[in-house]
């Protein structure tokens, strides 16, 4: 067991003489088998000289017949850069008899701690045991998603029982952030998004002169996939990140602590009016995007086919049945849900600082676009057999 134990700082007077002296870095002897360490043993002082201080105390620990006895009572100032030398010229290890003070011990903690000892962990092969971290965090977030619906679910109950409680102000202010504020960018988005797709079925089209047909192919997979999904992708990267950034900094200023100290709930006050407001606004905003796509449709098919405006207006409704609009307004309402929903789930899972912001308005956008992905393509496969 190592002879380590913090003492009083001896008188002054022992320190010599006052002035610039005191605090140049310096090992001197102290007697037989004694060390002292004198002087400020900081970054600046040692500027230069870290090496040559590591090789004296490295040089006394070992050409020494017994254990040394290391004072460190008479030091001036010590920080971590002179802390790590003195522990390099040790060996690495704290040495077997030792005077230090008091405020010594956190310095020279947090190389005693036993993970940095410790031999580093052997390289383990890919397997199960790599992908249980993965696992349980994936748990966890099911829990807790699932927890949260459950609470958003009894607070609907309550809600409709007391209709005055729920927050009108806030469903319109998102309504109008997620909806009305991104009709720009998905018109943008639309318009040549439909015109490329369209350019490009025309130009297949027109090899084996099937050209009007390029209205149904158009129509059918604007209306029923294209339109809702890009619209969704589009509102999640836009207005799913800034739910959960806004709910991120709420978590790190200490809103939602507030909000619980007053007994106002999390899932009425912020999640509820989310979550109806984006189911709202999404399928309108997937219907103009739809309507913006088949204009850059019919643009392009105009310009590569000749196809006349008037004539591709007429022939859209009689090709492209009427349920596939409402099956693409039914996906939107869904992903509106989700997306708001996933991006107040990653918001209330922000801890109180700036990293794990960035993290989870990240994981937030990838994955509400993933769920999107995979919720179309399970309306796929289900209605399949609908409205083709």
Known sequence: MHDVAPLERPDPSVDGPAGAMDAEPQLLPGGTREWQVRGDWTL??????????????????????????????ALRRLDTAGALTLWQGWGGKPPARLLWQPEHVTLFAQFMQPEALAAPPRRQRPG????LPGLRALSAHAVDLLALVGRLLLDAGQLLRHPLRIGWREISANVYRTGAQALPITALVGFLVGLTLSYLISRQLKTYGADIFVVNILGLAVLRELGP?????????????????????????????????????HTVRLVAPKVVALAVSLPLVALWTSALMLLGGMAAASAQLRLDPAQFLHTLPGVVEPVNLWLGWVKSVLFGGLIALLACHFGLRVKPNTESLGQSVTQSVVTAITMVIVVDAIFAVLFSDVGL
């Open 44 to 73: 600046m002082a040692l500027r230069g000289r870290h090496e040559e201080f590591r090789q004296r105390i490295a040089h006394a620990a070992r050409d020494s017949d017994g254990p040394v006895l290391w004072d460190l009572r």
């Open 128 to 131: 199960l045991r790599n992908a």
């Open 229 to 265: 999904l890009l619209a969704a992708i589009i509102v999640a990267g836009r207005s799913g990140s800034a739910m959960t950034a806004q709910i991120g900094v709420m978590r790190v200023t200490q809103e939602l602590d507030a909000l619980s100290v007053m007994g106002i709930s």
